[in-house]
């Protein structure tokens, strides 16, 4: 087989395209759509991510105000700060950059979103819906994934998918969203026995783990489609998936590269989530003033 490699690029630049517009007519109403963007501390690597976001707001008009705390900032200090934005009316997407420094609870912290402004969908309560096939906020790396599925038109419905990796983040959303969507679903995990048989058995691939070369070819089957949406960065400064691009070509049928691939989904989607948090908002205030 000849694999193609699947660019993320265009395809989340038709997505930020569409967004624009949806954004434009929000503004006509009076509403402009706010993403506050939370840091807590100094990590390079978050701050590089905030930067990225923002910027990506700016360009489709999304206002999105940077909120920076301290690295020596309490839980109690943070906390205050979400409340503030529960309760502002400008803002409808709050996103807490992760890691968090530690003495600070990420599972509390995200809990204190309020649920409708949870635009990552890591509140238990946006989990939940996700589980019983309701998503509020599908969180955005595993949504990316599925946009890039559609993109490509790769059925999924009775196809068996394999997804490597079950944080509540990536790995569990990405296993519900492809049960929901009709495939039959194995879920690994660093426990997982005999994870070459498992993943062979895939016509649908999605590795999320973080470890480089982690998936050749021997764990491939031929034709499979392969996700790769892991990123590591090399002794060399370069970044790799979790697939060894160089054994699986060929076999696999396509084939996401990292960087380029599932990447810029993930910004794609925070800024959808984004603009959809917008729009609930306006429509329900819409139908606060009419009542
Ligand atoms: P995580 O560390 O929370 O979870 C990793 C998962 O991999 C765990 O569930 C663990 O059980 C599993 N695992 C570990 N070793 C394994 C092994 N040897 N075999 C099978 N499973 C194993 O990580 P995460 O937040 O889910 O992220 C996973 C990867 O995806 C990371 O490389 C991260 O950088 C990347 N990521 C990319 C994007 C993107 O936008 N492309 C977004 C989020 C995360």
Redesign the pocket.
Known sequence: VQTRIIDGNPIARTVRQGLRQRVEALRALGCVPGLAVVLVGENPVSRIYVRNKIKACAEIGVYSPQVDLPANATEADLLGRIRGLNADPAIHGILVQLPLPGGISGQRVVESIAPHKDVDGFHPCNLGLLAIGQPRFVP??PA?VMKILEHEEIPVIGKHAVV????????KPMALLLLQSGATVTI?????LD?TEQTRRADLLVV????AN?VDKEAVKPGAVVID????RLSDGSLAG?VNKHSVLGIASRLTP?PG???P??IAMLLANTVLAAERSLSEQRVATRT
Request: proline share 0%; charged share 10%; aromatic share 0%.
């Open positions: 955005c790396t990316g490597v990796g079950r944080s509540n983040i990536v790995g690994c995990h660093s426990k997982t994870l999320a783990v973080g470890k982690l949406v892991g990123i590591n979790d990292v691939g599932v990447g989904m993930t």
